[in-house]
């Protein structure tokens, strides 16, 4: 955890217990229910500015990590948007925030972008490794129908009494009553298919953090559901349950993503290292470490070079662009390079490591293949 974490758990806890005041005194509306709303708006609001702005520790566009922290940090992003202008209504005008309303502008997309996020995330946890069991095909198949036949029977005909856009409806509201129904299936089915996939996987310094960012959308999903019921059936107002669980899940992905932004890479440096020159890489093995260097970067970004001039024994000419063993057993600093990157993400950066590698070590008798490129 932390320090920008820290002060996010410790916010979130403060926006709990106001909540956790007006819930169990019975207070349904005034001052201190707009109060909540804005107060738990702010964590996604800045929470996602400093994830989009750190998600270049990771190369941003370039990584599937720097994709899913900038996307996850876009979303809540649009979503605190979205709570602060549902504040200004209430708390600037003194007015019920109409729907649709100007803050369905920063609500509606929000859905989107964090599930795309945690799309991209699927490739750091492993996600695909999953895709090898014989099983795993129909999980991916089967899941989003389960989903959404549920999500159906949730979204629509509980919360909306069976009844997608009513008779009568104005254009933007139809579009809007389908497209949050919509944005939480897929939310919900992308966080289903990518745990049930990488479970096995899943580990080391972030594991937390992506755990985070899938519980997250489990809990805006929850959340959206009793908006949509409480809304449908004229319980609602701020500050009640469903709001704890948008809070909560806002919370989550917030929390996840800036877990992704404190590691420290001097960019100049990783830049200057350019493209591998495989012509003068001489061994097997020097192209195995190349190979896993570029394979992590595109997962990692910038990060993967950063992390392997840590590994003793591995030579990077950053002027010359040159990678290769410099001295020691080779086979140990290969193992050294491949646990450095699984400090990460655990075995799913093993996986990614073992994928790189196994088409050049298939020519190696098994005594020279090392042994955490092993597949048995």
Not at 35 to 46: M, V
Not at 53 to 64: C, H, P, T, Y
Not at 155 to 174: N, S
Not at 184 to 193: C, E, H, Q, R, S
């Amino acid at each position: 955890m932390n320090a920008i974490q820290r002060i996010c758990i410790t916010f979130y806890a403060v926006c709990t217990v106001l909540w956790a005041a007006l819930f169990f005194q019975d207070i349904t509306s005034g001052f201190y229910n707009y109060l909540y709303s804005f107060l738990f708006g702010l964590i996604p609001l800045f929470g996602g500015i400093v994830a989009m702005l750190r998600s270049d520790i990771w190369g941003r566009f370039k990584s599937a990590v720097g994709k899913a922290v900038f996307f996850t940090g876009l979303g809540v992003f649009c979503w605190g948007v979205g709570e602060l202008i549902w504040s200004y209504y209430n708390l600037v005008l003194n007015v019920a925030a109409p729907y649709p309303s100007l803050a369905d502008i920063g609500f509606a997309p929000s859905i989107f972008f964090y599930s795309l996020g945690a799309y991209y995330l699927s490739k750091a946890a492993g996600a695909q490794f999953g895709l090898r069991h014989p099983l795993a095909k129909v999980f991916v198949a089967v899941t989003p129908l389960v989903v959404f036949a549920f999500s159906w029977w949730m979204l629509i005909m509980v919360a909306r009494g069976g009844v997608l856009v009513p008779e009568g409806e104005p254009l933007l509201k139809a579009i809007l009553d389908i497209m949050y129904p919509l944005g939480d299936f897929v939310g919900l089915a992308i966080a289903i298919i990518v745990s049930g996939l990488s479970f096995r996987y899943l580990g080391g310094r972030y594991m937390w953090d992506i755990i985070a960012i899938f519980l997250g959308l489990f809990f805006m999903y929850v959340g959206d559901t009793i908006f949509s019921y409480t809304t449908t059936v004229g319980t609602f107002y701020n500050g009640q349950f469903g709001d704890l669980m948008l809070s909560t899940g806002t919370f989550l992905l917030t929390y996840g993503a800036l877990g992704f932004s404190t590691v420290k890479v001097g960019f100049e440096n990783i830049q200057a290292l350019g493209a591998v020159t495989t012509e003068r890489i001489k061994t097997v093995l020097d192209n195995v470490v190349a190979k896993i260097i570029k394979e992590q970067e595109l997962v990692i970004g910038p990060l993967a070079w950063a992390e392997a001039q840590k590994v003793q024994g591995l030579h990077i000419d950053k002027q010359r662009g040159e990678v290769g063993i410099s001295n020691g057993d080779p086979k140990a600093v290969v193992d050294r390079l491949v646990a450095q990157y699984e400090r990460l993400f655990g075995k799913a950066s093993q996986e990614v490591c073992k994928e790189a590698a196994a088409p050049l070590i298939a020519s190696l008798s098994p005594a020279d293949v090392p042994s955490s490129l092993r597949t048995a």
